[in-house]
């Protein structure tokens, strides 16, 4: 899970202590500037996200980075209907998907970002 963190220019993605070490990569920071989109929705059930540096135990954990035909993907998800998705341009990863805290509403952080994209 990710601790999701609007900030004046970025949004960033704390993920817990053990996250990072199942996703090998530590937290995010997503410049508003460079995400074209993003929502609240469930990730489509499937057990191959593609060529993986991080952790992949379908129905357990997904966390990591990730290269398929999208490009490179970031997921840190247990739960898929909890989670965003960011799309981005201009950075290293075309999508990160995470889920966020269980204290966090993501329809509310959704729309919270989106204001912020599109300003």
Same mark, same amino acid.
């Given at each position: *899970?990710? #601790?999701?963190?609007? &900030?004046? %220019? #970025?949004?960033?993605? @704390?993920? !817990?202590?053990?996250? &990072? ?5 530590? !937290? ?8 074209? !989109?993003?929502? @609240? ?22 966390? $990591?980075?990730?290269?398929? $035909? %999208? $490009? ?22 075309? #999508?990160? /998907?995470? =889920? /966020?805290?269980?204290? =966090?509403?993501?329809? *509310?952080?959704?729309? =919270? ?7």
């Amino acid at each position: *899970m990710a #601790r999701i963190v609007l &900030e004046a %220019d #970025r949004v960033s993605v @704390h993920l !817990s202590p053990l996250d &990072e070490v199942l996703a090998l990569h530590g !937290s995010l920071h997503l410049p508003y500037r460079h995400l074209t !989109s993003v929502v @609240h929705d469930p990730v489509p059930p499937g057990w191959f996200h593609g060529f993986r540096i991080g952790t992949n135990i379908p129905g357990v954990k997904i966390a $990591g980075t990730f290269f398929n $035909g %999208d $490009g490179v993907v970031f997921y840190d998800f247990h739960d898929p209907a909890r989670c965003l998705t960011f799309e981005l341009a201009h950075r290293v990863y075309k #999508r990160v /998907v995470v =889920q /966020v805290d269980k204290d =966090q509403d993501p329809d *509310m952080l959704a729309r =919270q970002i989106a204001a912020r994209i599109h300003k």
